[in-house]
């Protein structure tokens, strides 16, 4: 590391030349900041960028989105409910164009699914409660 006061390469707590001391944090504020802007895949700053959970807005309740599947799945009352508003709408008009016949058996598996899965998310892609 080098010496603020006299930039000689310093390795111990205090220069050698000048006796100054050595500060351990500017130094290290320098690399995370050249380690974020690099594209390096295995750089150990970019994976905690990475493997940031989203931030909750809404929080979506499991229990409530299973038996909106089970009970009005054929509306595609779920998938409204946890945002995915395209399957909802293909659900209901599916409801609409087949009677319900398929829509109904689609609603009742994806409440299975939501009530049996601890891994399910919403469209914001949070984790249901
Ligand atoms: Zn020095």
């Not at 205090?14 to 130094?27: I, L, N, T, V």
């Not at 659900?91 to 109904?104: N, R």
Request: proline fraction near 4%.
């Amino acid at each position: 590391m080098k010496c603020p006061n006299c930039a000689a390469e310093v390795t111990g707590r205090f220069c050698e030349y000048c006796g100054s001391e050595m500060k351990q944090e500017a130094p290290q504020i320098i690399n995370i900041t050249n380690n974020y802007y690099s594209d390096a895949p295995n750089d150990r700053i970019d994976r905690n960028f990475t493997n940031v959970e989203p931030i909750p807005t809404t929080q979506h309740y499991k229990l409530l989105a299973g038996i909106l599947g089970l009970t009005l799945g054929f509306i595609g009352a779920h998938n409204f409910y946890l945002g995915y508003k395209k399957r909802a709408i293909i659900q209901l008009l599916l409801t609409i164009f087949s009677a319900g016949t398929i829509s109904i058996i689609w609603g009742i598996i994806e409440g299975f699914i939501i009530l049996s899965s601890s891994t399910y998310r919403d469209a914001n892609g949070n984790l249901l409660k």
